[in-house]
């Protein structure tokens, strides 16, 4: 059984850097087709994909989001990261990791993880 | 304001049947799969449907999906109190490289 579990500060400071990590279970990050995508979802809102990476470290990102995001991949632990820059309040949201088998087809997410964003 | 339009509420008693849109362009529906997402209260969202009609693994046939053009629509049958949630579509925008959603649809059973 897939299982991906978000982790990272659930509080973070205007204009500093909102850091996740998304381990993996169950499943070996290195499978070739797999897409290791990250989502969030601001409070009473929809989805909002940030971007994804492959094995390979190749990286998609949303266009709107792409001047702050990185996202990075370790398959010694199994994990992929976001990062975001210069956060705001507008980035107060609930993240989740997911695995896709294409960039909108999402077969296994992550519980989420809610991070808000205030000094 | 989501490239994908839903219509935000939908509601029909136990036992009925209910549809749900999603209206895209040629850039998204009209030339990409679309995903299902069923999303109960607090948690994270689910598969219900992919490549516009196709079920995963235990997902009941009460749910179908169907395409024709550039909207997308999503039927549930037989309904039950536990369907109640929201659910959104999802696809690729190949005019703007993004995977674009619509905005959510609440499912009440009345």
């Known amino acids: 059984q897939v299982q991906l579990q978000e982790s990272g500060p659930g509080l973070v400071k205007p204009s500093q850097t909102l850091s996740l990590t998304c381990t993996v279970s169950?499943?070996?990050?290195?499978?070739?087709?797999?897409?290791w995508s990250w989502f969030r979802q601001h409070p009473g809102k929809g989805l909002e994909w940030i971007g994804n990476?492959?094995?390979?470290?190749?990286?998609y990102y949303n266009p709107s989001l792409k001047s702050r995001v990185t996202i990075s991949i370790d398959t010694s632990k199994n994990q992929f990261s976001l990062n975001l820059r210069s956060v705001t309040a507008a980035d107060t949201a609930a993240y989740y990791c997911a695995r896709g088998l294409a960039a909108a087809l999402i077969d296994y997410w992550g519980q989420g993880t809610l991070v808000t964003v205030s000094s | 304001q989501s490239v994908l339009t839903q219509p935000s509420s939908v509601s029909a008693a136990p036992g009925q049947k209910v549809t749900i849109s999603c209206s895209g362009s040629?850039?998204?529906?009209?030339?990409?799969?679309v995903s299902w997402y069923q999303q109960l209260p607090g948690t994270a969202p689910k598969l219900l449907m992919y490549?516009?009609?196709k079920r995963p693994s235990g997902i009941p046939d009460r749910f179908s999906g169907s395409e024709s053009g550039t909207s997308a629509t999503l039927g549930i049958t037989g309904l039950q109190t536990g369907d109640e949630a929201d659910y959104y579509c999802?696809?690729?925008?190949?005019?703007?490289?993004?995977?674009?959603f619509g905005g959510g649809t609440k499912l009440t059973v009345l």
């Open positions: 169950g499943d070996s990050i290195t499978f070739v087709n797999y897409y």
């Open positions: 990476i492959f094995y390979s470290g190749s990286t």
């Open positions: 040629s850039s998204n529906i009209g030339n990409n799969f």
């Open positions: 999802g696809t690729w925008d190949s005019s703007l490289s993004s995977v674009v």
């Open positions: 490549e516009n009609n």
